[in-house]
Nanobody, 114 residues
């Protein structure tokens, strides 16, 4: 079974930076498009960044210019660099295939507050 293990979340002040990591097992990672998703309190889970198997990236408008997605196919890891964090970025962040599989890892909590 495919497993996603997210890490790197923390509590930071507005304007801060974080780098999230996701280790993926149980599938041939390099072959699949991947994405970072987030779910804020009281809201539905949403895709914020995607990366194809051949390294083309997509970032949603709300985080464009602040977030960057990357992948390391050798280590089977997905990354999300988050800069200039805002309170509205507060959420649990998940990685998954894009489109997602329908089940999720435990996620990693990002909290942005002064």
């Amino acid at each position: 079974q495919v497993r996603f293990v997210e890490s790197g979340g923390a509590s930071v002040q507005p304007g801060g930076s974080l780098r999230l990591s996701c280790w993926v097992t149980g599938m041939n990672f390099r072959l699949y498009d991947m994405g970072w998703y987030r779910q804020a309190p009281g809201k539905e889970r949403e895709l914020v960044a995607g990366i194809t198997s051949d390294q083309n990236t997509m970032i949603v408008d709300s985080v464009e210019g602040r977030f960057a997605i990357s992948r390391d196919n050798v280590r089977r890891k997905l990354y999300l660099q988050m800069d200039s964090l805002r309170p509205e970025d507060t959420a649990v962040y998940y990685c998954n295939k894009n489109p997602h599989l329908g089940y999720w890892g435990q996620g990693t909590q990002v909290s942005v507050a002064s």
